[in-house]
């Protein structure tokens, strides 16, 4: 079993920055990809910004530019900073990994931005 723990979450002025973490413990076999998922009130759950095992990233066009994905495979660990920061960008947001034998999914961590 896979445990994601994220970090980072909280409420922030539209223009401010957060940082968010997710480190994953437990049977960890052959990570292919780490990804940031977000779900708003009333909407689906989005992919956000996706990395691969071998760095290729790719992000939804609503944050390009304003999100940069990274991870450090040493620590399993994704981070996911968040600059100019919109109230649009409020949401749950929620780490997922995939791995050989399936993939897994973070309990969520809240992003609130006020305008």
């Known amino acids: 079993q896979v445990q994601l723990v994220e970090s980072g979450g909280g409420l922030v002025q539209a223009g401010g920055s957060l940082r968010l973490s997710c480190v994953a413990s437990?049977?960890?076999?052959?990570?292919?990809?780490m990804a940031w998922y977000r779900q708003a009130p009333g909407k689906q759950r989005e992919m956000v910004a996706r990395i691969t095992s071998g760095g290729s990233t790719n992000y939804a066009d609503s944050v390009k530019g304003r999100f940069t994905i990274s991870r450090d495979n040493a620590k399993n660990t994704v981070y996911l900073q968040m600059n100019s920061l919109k109230p649009e960008d409020t949401a749950v947001y929620y780490c997922n990994i995939g791995m050989s034998y399936g993939y897994a999914w973070g309990q969520g961590t809240q992003v609130t931005v006020s305008s």
């Open positions: 437990g049977r960890i076999v052959s990570i292919n990809y």
